[in-house]
């Protein structure tokens, strides 16, 4: 039996590409600073090979064709060329045995409890932190689309796996990710602490400047998508109204995108009440100004959406104003929250 640390955390959870990752990062203490100060340069995007809108962090660990810094982490990808020529069970308990974290993508058809459960075939991505003689205990989504801790018999992983490729295989062209593929494994190993990673205010006031200016930082790079097609920053809002005006070009708007949008919102304003907690300052208008402004009518858009969903009756117009109006908030509420931290800073 062997378990490793993970807390369920509610700060990233829209994709798990990211939240896997910060989920791992959020067990330990000793990156608290290191969470702070990254996941801040949201972006989004539109997923050209299913034609949505997605969204994305280009600081912070990722694992999917976004990822281009492990941070903290080592991060091993296993193709299902190699995959399938392992013993599948122990080399995860060996992982974890080690003190590795393994993301597996399965057919959920295959595995207990899961709403998939030979009902139809679901291939997915699930966190495994730890096993025990009857079973492997992992992170996911639960029925509800909320993270949960949940388990399955060991038995089970190696249809649950080796017939996964087979349905990967049998996608249609259209739904097939190169990335999956190549990442069917995903082995997350927590590097050794040589010097704990601290908060640095002139670093995140950096941070935050090059978000209020839509900017990428240097490591841009090695992105995957073309830098003149992704909202960045303050902008990211753009992305929404923009994929809503071009609705008849079939550009569809999902619910992931949009919790994922507000989740974002609602991180930067976490990590500008802790960068003025860290600057000793108590000063919170600024910070109620966020809230009240930005991050609660995040929140309406998202609530609507979810109405939307189930009557499908959108008012285009309301709802691209309200966005609007957090777009012009938000230029106004960070510019002068940078200025408020460099005017401290110097």
Excluded at 171 to 177: D, I, Q, R
Aim: hydrophobic content about 40%; overall charge neutral.
């Amino acid at each position: 039996m062997k378990i490793l640390p993970l807390e369920l955390q509610k700060d990233i959870n829209g994709y798990l590409f990211h939240a896997f990752p910060y989920s791992i990062l959020y067990s330990f203490p000793e990156y608290k600073d290191y969470l702070m100060e990254n996941y801040i340069q949201c972006f989004g995007y539109v997923d050209e090979d299913f034609n949505h809108m997605a969204f994305g962090y280009s600081d912070g660990i990722c694992y999917n064709d976004m990822f281009y810094d492990s941070g903290p982490m080592d991060i091993d990808f296993h193709s299902y060329e190699v995959g399938l020529q392992l013993d599948i069970k122990k080399y995860i308990m060996s992982s974890i045995n080690n003190g590795k974290y393994v993301v597996i993508f399965v057919d959920e058809y295959y595995v207990e409890g899961r709403s998939a459960y030979k009902n139809y075939h679901l291939l997915h991505d699930i966190l495994i932190f730890g096993y025990n003689k009857e079973s492997f205990i992992y992170l996911a989504f639960d029925n509800n689309q909320k993270l949960s801790f949940l388990s399955f018999p060991l038995n089970q992983i190696e249809d649950a796996y080796k017939l996964g490729y087979s349905m990967f295989l049998n996608l249609p062209v259209e739904n097939k990710s190169k990335w999956v593929n190549e990442r069917s494994i995903i082995v997350l190993n927590l590097k050794p602490i040589q010097h704990k990673y601290e908060f640095i205010a002139e670093r995140f006031v950096g941070k935050l400047k090059l978000y209020l200016n839509g900017e990428f930082s240097a490591s841009y790079n090695s992105f995957i998508i073309p830098k003149k097609k992704c909202y960045i920053g303050l902008h990211n809002t753009n992305i929404i109204v923009h994929c809503l005006n071009n609705s008849s070009k079939s550009i569809f708007v999902t619910y992931p995108a949009i919790h994922a949008w507000y989740e974002s919102k609602k991180n930067l304003l976490n990590k500008i009440r802790y960068a003025y907690e860290k600057m000793s300052l108590i000063n919170n208008r600024l910070i109620l100004a966020y809230e009240n402004e930005i991050e609660q009518q995040a929140n309406i858009i998202r609530l609507i959406f979810i109405k939307y969903q189930q009557n499908g009756k959108l008012d285009n117009d309301k709802f691209i104003s309200i966005l609007k109006a957090i777009i012009n908030s938000e230029s106004k509420i960070i510019n002068n929250i940078c200025n408020e931290l460099t005017n401290i800073l110097q």
